[in-house]
């Protein structure tokens, strides 16, 4: 296999497992803490087919890891399709998308493991040889907040 094809596969992989993540057990908000909205506009869809699906990352400085923290769906609106994550605590959160035009749940992926179907990421990151660094899609939420992507077909 290919880098080519082996970092396609590995983006294949991260939408497919976990896509419809929800908090993790044990994870509470205080009741104390101020809430904010995060807006995602995913640009370039190329059809109303199917949904789209995104995942909200959280850093976790602990194991310096990206773990999906929740996952939402809206049906597809070809050309611009906008998804909002509520009630989240001020951080660094990151989003990854992807365009499920048949909504079976799963990214579809040719034999070289390459994505049949839209993807992106938020802050407008590009995916080189795999998927981009949590840095590099991170957008920080301290107040009501919007990011977009671009799919990537």
Do not use: C, W
């Not at 906008?82 to 992807?98: I, K, N, P, Q, W």
């Not at 035009?101 to 990151?125: H, L």
């Amino acid at each position: 296999m290919t880098k080519t094809s082996a970092s396609s596969f590995l983006i294949a992989i991260l939408f497919s497992a976990g896509a419809h993540a929800e908090a993790p057990a044990g994870a509470s908000s205080s009741a104390a803490a101020p809430t904010y909205t995060l807006t995602l506009t995913v640009e370039g869809v190329r059809t109303a087919e199917g949904e789209i699906m995104a995942q909200l990352l959280k850093a976790d400085d602990t194991t310096g890891t990206a773990p999906p923290l929740l996952g939402i769906r809206a049906p597809a609106i070809a050309g611009v399709t906008a998804l909002s994550f509520t009630g989240l605590e001020a951080g660094d959160y990151a989003v990854r998308v992807f365009h499920d035009e048949d909504s079976d749940g799963e990214m579809k992926t040719n034999a070289f493991g390459m994505p049949k179907e839209g993807f992106a990421f938020s802050n407008r990151a590009k995916a080189r040889f795999g998927p981009p660094d949590f840095n590099d899609m991170k957008v920080s939420v301290s107040a009501d907040t919007a990011t977009s992507a671009v799919m990537a077909y």
